[in-house]
């Protein structure tokens, strides 16, 4: 089933083209690995699927019953972040704030789910600390385990192993292979090469070259990249 749905998309900013002519889809259950030169688009692209930014010119649709509130965001991390004046409990639970709609408080199932992916993320005893003075690799963890708590569908993830070490993210990425074989649809724009090759099911190349297909297609198209 379709989840997202583009068509002749053109992407960029303060009225620079970077992107045209884009046309992909994704389906359920997907694991698509965007990836691309710096200044491509990549964020660009997540940003419009998100409804954060509108593209320049042509559609892009969510299908087949997906709504925004349904998909899990890890953003970049950035400055403003890493001074944000919360503990992390405040931080990963926020994740479900989409969920809470009129309900003054978070739930008891709520605060379940935070629980659970901070102990799958190995932060469960920083839950207490304010998320300012955790170190890179422990805001990110934060982070990842806040947009595991609000996807219900779909995961969308900007750079996710930024500030990890590489034992942090293989960790990460199995966590996040385990929702996909259970039929979460992961986004992911990466530059981790091993990554697209071990755990991407469809890749999209957006740049000086345009393709959107089979990791072993496009693996046999970029034989540097295997």
Known sequence: MVQISCRDLCLGYERKEIVRNLNFEVCSGDYLCVIGENGSGKTTLLKVILGLDKPMSGTLELCGGLRRRDIGYLPQQNEFQKDFPATVREIVLSGRQAKRGLRPFYSAQ???????????????????????????????????????????????????????????????????????????????????????????????????????????????LSPEES
Do not use: W
């Open 110 to 220: 709520d605060k379940e789910i935070a629980q659970h992916y901070a102990g799958k993320l190995g932060i469960s005893d920083l839950m207490g600390r304010c998320y300012r003075e955790l170190s890179g690799g422990q805001r990110q963890r934060a982070l990842i385990a806040r947009a595991l708590c609000a996807a219900d569908k779909m995961l969308i993830m900007d750079e996710p192993v930024a500030a990890l070490d590489n034992s942090s993210a293989v960790e990460m990425y199995d966590i996040v292979s385990e929702l996909n074989e259970k039929g979460m649809t992961v986004v992911m724009v990466t530059h981790d090469s091993a990554a697209v090759r071990r755990n991407a099911k469809t890749v999209l190349e957006i740049g000086n070259r345009i393709f959107c297909g089979s990791t072993g297609d496009f693996m046999a």
